[in-house]
């Protein structure tokens, strides 16, 4: 039974990247259909584990650079505003959005 549920999991959670860049790609590039997106995602990881165990761990360290690069950069510009406690990123909101927060966390787990 455990085996079934890992199996299922798994294939509701792989489904589930594709779908997920192709949304939020087509909010950049709207003019191109969801599909092509979403097997041009498919065609990326078929290929990347054609290619084997090295090129795989190579390419996932270049996408780690690539998604920790704004913040990299944001803490980069932000660092002197920072020692003069004048960053935005030390404001606190004024009113909190409980059900942003849930969604974020439940996310996680």
Do not use: R
Request: glycine share 4%.
């Amino acid at each position: 039974c455990a085996a079934a549920n890992g199996i299922c999991s798994s294939l509701i959670d792989l489904a589930l990247y594709p779908t997920l860049f192709a949304s939020y790609a087509s909010t950049l590039w709207p003019e191109i259909p969801q599909i092509i997106l979403k097997l041009l995602v498919i065609t990326i990881g078929l290929t990347l584990n054609g290619f084997g165990l090295q090129v795989v761990s190579t390419f996932s360290i270049v996408i780690l650079a690539a998604v920790l690069s704004p913040f990299v950069i944001a803490l980069l510009t932000n660092f002197t505003d920072l020692a003069n406690d004048a960053s935005p990123l030390l404001q606190q909101a004024q009113t909190a959005d409980l059900m942003a927060f849930l969604s974020s966390f439940l996310w996680m787990y």
